[in-house]
């Protein structure tokens, strides 16, 4: 089975330009999460979105946008890049709402951004 | 807010030593707690989890963790470590008032030496 998948892998963008980053969760998994890792840190929790719906949103700007679709697919948007918004941006997904913490995150591979 | 923090940034070992890996949090309501791994060129991958009852947790490839209240901490343990096991672990924890959102530790390096 296809795990989650993330596209691209790399991509060098200039300030003040935008981003669109992709994913695909598990098949069947309905929850899909972002974070954001920056070099020598722990992934940050960006957005939840759960049945094409946001559940949780962490301390980022409003230049930070996401949604998912109708099959559980999620796009990540980043307006006016920054420097400080080169990171790995991973995806997270899930079967159900992690709200309860019950539920297992599967993570992608990441999409590298650099901003120059 | 919900903060976690891991004290040991890079950890090296010989094989056949014991590990552990300190995780602290900061939330004074009920929480869940996590660790992950990434090896070398791999995604993050779950290694185990604390949700309730029995504070010793057991999680895969022969790892536990111990969930101690009164220390807000959630220790990494393995008695005896293996070349295999280098790799960045990281502690996360997620809490009542904010199930849906995790936070992560900044990671230890574990470094296996063969």
């Known amino acids: 089975d296809a795990g989650v998948t993330q596209s691209p892998t790399h991509l060098i963008k200039t300030r003040g330009q935008h981003v669109t980053l992709r994913c695909s969760p598990i098949?069947?998994?309905?929850?899909v999460s972002w974070y954001q890792q920056v070099l020598g840190q722990g992934p940050q929790f960006i957005f939840q979105y759960y049945e094409k719906e946001e559940r949780g949103r962490g301390n980022f700007p409003d230049r930070f946008s996401a949604r998912q679709f109708p099959n559980y697919s999620s796009e990540l948007n980043v307006n006016a890049l920054l420097l400080g918004d080169s990171a790995l941006y991973l995806c997270?997904?899930?079967?159900?709402?992690?709200?309860?913490?019950?539920?297992?995150?599967?993570f992608g591979p990441g999409t590298r951004l650099t901003v120059l | 807010a919900q903060s976690v923090s891991q004290h040991n940034h890079h950890v090296i070992l010989s094989e056949a030593a014991s590990l552990e890996l300190g995780c602290n949090y900061s939330y004074g309501g009920t929480v869940n707690l996590f660790w992950y791994v990434q090896y070398p060129g791999q995604h993050l991958q779950l290694l185990l989890k604390y949700f309730s009852g029995d504070p010793l947790v057991k999680g895969i490839k022969g790892f536990e963790a111990e969930f101690i209240k009164s220390k807000f901490s959630f220790n990494l343990r393995k008695p005896s470590v293996q070349w295999s096991d280098t790799a960045e672990y990281f502690c996360?924890?997620?809490?009542?008032?904010?199930?849906?959102?995790?936070?992560f530790g900044s990671g230890t390096k574990l470094n296996v030496k063969p």
């Open positions: 997270a997904s899930s079967l159900n709402f992690v709200g309860t913490g019950a539920d297992t995150q599967y």
């Open positions: 098949s069947g998994h309905k929850s």
């Open positions: 996360a924890v997620n809490g009542q008032y904010n199930f849906n959102k995790f936070y």
